[in-house]
């Protein structure tokens, strides 16, 4: 009877996990990958009845390694011709093969499990080993690493069991600062994924401008509102009131200027990856901004958000007031409207992803499921649950397990 026939049959009992004590096997296969490499070493082992216990698989530069824990083939001289047949199939198909025998399943993962997502441009082994070591040393064990991009930076990351994630996070933070990378570490679990909301500030967030500036530049005040913004951002001035400082700046300007600002701002490269990459994958995306609507309409439209709210410069007979209408959003109001934009789209709060540089985010950034502090000043890194220091967007999307290939695979189905 071949070993496909044989892998075709009902099995004669259920299936059940394997004890402590029952014996196992570990097969190992590696060597140049090429397809049907995993059907080959399945169909060799169904001929001796084997229950699969666990499968781990990786190929890193064409070449797989593969790793199969089974039970112990019964009958008397079943093993060794289990080891015969699967050496005499890997010399078959150029692969080399090693089987260990041992009781039992994988031990259990430690409590407290954690997602470390590592970003380094690039990502030496000198910061590797030293993120690993402080897993170790606060107890944690790594259970698996896989790479999620290559470019435009390396991110790599690690499941991390035996270490509460808060504890894991407090610790990683100082060594990631002194080695110049950013780790991002997240709880595991469902919740990681069911995160479908993502709210960003929009000024040196989402574009690289703080668009009042612009509009201070066709005044002929850009020096004085910059100073006032930089005070502002850095949590030492009170962030309505600088606004109504700054707005006053511009009064008298044309109307005209409105359409002369949106030519100008800049996205922040990776934005339209990133917010292309969140709705093809479900996500709603909004923005809130302390700047103006005049701007974040005008982004909502070309970039697809679901969401964005903002400011609104008062405009009387075609001129700028130089006052501001409505409700003002600063700290505070960019928290409100992440609960509510939440709200709207139906998506409980822990299912949240904040980003965000400045000081008047930080309330939304801590209110979020996930606050994610982007290039940010340090008062804003210190407080976020998560920082990201390079000047690409869309390495957010690694923090949410999303790997280069899907953005990638995304864009060429489009």
Known sequence: MSASQTSSQPSPHPAVPAGEDDPTLLVKIFGKDRPGLTA??????????????????????????????VTQPAGDGAEGSLRATVHSWAESVKLQAEIISGRGDNRPRGVGRSHVTVL?????AESTAAIAATIARGGGNIDRIFRLAKYPVTAVEFEVSGTETAALRTALAPEAAALGVDVAVVASGLQRRAQRLVVMDVDSTLIQDEVIELFAAHAGCEEQVAEVTAAAMRGELDFEQSLHARVRLLEGLDESVVEKVRGEVRLTPGARTLVRTLKRLGYQVGVVSGGFTQVTDDLRERLGLDFAAANTLEVVDGKLTGRVTGEVVDRAGKARLLRRFAEEAGVPLVQTVAIGDGANDLDMLNAAGLGVAFNAKPLVRQAAHTAVNVPFLD??????????EEVEAADVQE
């Not at 380094?120 to 030496?124: D, I």
């Not at 390495?395 to 280069?404: F, I, M, N, P």
């Open 120 to 124: 380094g441009h690039p990502l030496t």
């Open 40 to 69: 080959g070493l399945f169909d060799t082992l169904a001929a001796y009845g084997v229950d699969v216990v666990d499968i781990e698989q990786v190929v890193t530069r064409g070449r797989i390694t593969l790793c199969a824990l």
């Open 395 to 404: 390495t957010v999307l690694y923090l949410l397990g999303v790997t280069r």
